[in-house]
């Protein structure tokens, strides 16, 4: 497989527009099954968000639109100002999902701002055709970021990753794993690090799915074996993705991204974050203005089981125990979704744009 086509065959869209209907990949369900869900209205959208059915940063943002987009298919009134008002405000709704993703908000904005106001059946026409620029937009971006990073990787590189910030945080084709795909296209033969990235597992779920679908050598790695991999000389370079971008260039990016920065450091590793241009906020100056989200302590203190499919603790099954506990009942748990690693420690972030030093990520502000 050496081209983009067939890469497709194997990557499937995360978020497609079929016939006016919205679907999403479940990635609840990986690396077990691929299914997909249909959201029928806003409030599916914001579930799937909430619930990690979707997540990853350009993901989220389309799911979000896609969001808005169902609910303007549900408007039957006439009053094309009260319509416009309906929307701003299922929009806030829709952004209050997750808060730390810039993406969301984003495109909820991208959506609302490029009305076409004239009518009630203008307004459901530019909400439909710009929905659809956004899908088509942001996997073009990727493509470029591919482009641009691809650059960065010589032949046999090994690389590391966390989270998952490949195709499935995306719409296609991802933004750490870009540069990743595009250098195996060019028959570089890259050899990706996984780390399993607690306490959902994306990297050994989602990351090692995708590269086991596409055909890349890979392996998954505890997240605390990093320094390990990096005193051994096993890492080459680091790529990761981040889901807000402050204008200072600190970047918010799943937990344990911060410290993998810090290492990078020690050991000379160069250290490069994967993004498109609207993961940036250009609003918030630094990462201390960045709102980090926090998620229940369940899903670290019972079984992995328990957050995957809440469905199975009403069902009698063979299987461990949905709700077993993994550690001492009433035990108290700190779970943040994300950490802000400073500009400093950031080799440079990958845009569509091209390659650009953190401190002056905010230069793409015009």
Known sequence: MKSLKQLKTKLPETVKLEKNKVYIIDQVLLPDKLKFIELKNYQQAILAIK??????AQAIGAVGAAGLYLA???????????????????????????????NLSWAINYLIDNLDN???LNIKKSILKNYQDILKTEVENNLKIGKFGEKLIKKNYKILTHC??????????????????????????????IDETRPWLQGSRLTAWEMKQVGIDYQINIDSAVGYLMSKKLVDIIIVGADRIAKNGDVANKIGTYPLALMAKE?????YVAAVKSTIDFK????????????APEEILKHTSYWEN?????????SIDPLLEIAPKGSQAFNPVFDITPAKLISAII??????????IRNLNN
């Not at 408007?75 to 701003?88: A, G, H, P």
């Not at 050991?267 to 250290?271: E, T």
């Not at 845009?351 to 002056?360: L, Y």
């Open 164 to 193: 998952n910030a490949g195709s499935l945080s995306a719409i296609w084709f991802g933004t750490a794993t870009a540069p990743i795909y595009s250098a195996w296209l060019k028959n570089k033969k890259p050899f990706v690090l």
């Open 284 to 295: 918030c100056l630094t990462g201390d203005d960045i709102k980090i989200e926090e998620r």
């Open 118 to 120: 004239s009518s009630v």
């Open 310 to 318: 809440k469905n199975l603790a009403k069902k009698k099954t063979k």
């Open 72 to 102: 303007s298919k549900k408007y039957f009134k006439k009053d094309k100002n009260e319509f416009v008002k309906y929307l701003k405000k299922t929009g806030k709704e829709i952004i209050k999902a997750r808060p730390t993703a810039s």
């Open 51 to 56: 619930e990690f059915n979707v997540r990853g």
């Open 351 to 360: 845009t569509e744009e091209g390659i650009i030093e953190a401190k002056k």
């Open 267 to 271: 050991h000379k590793i160069p250290f």
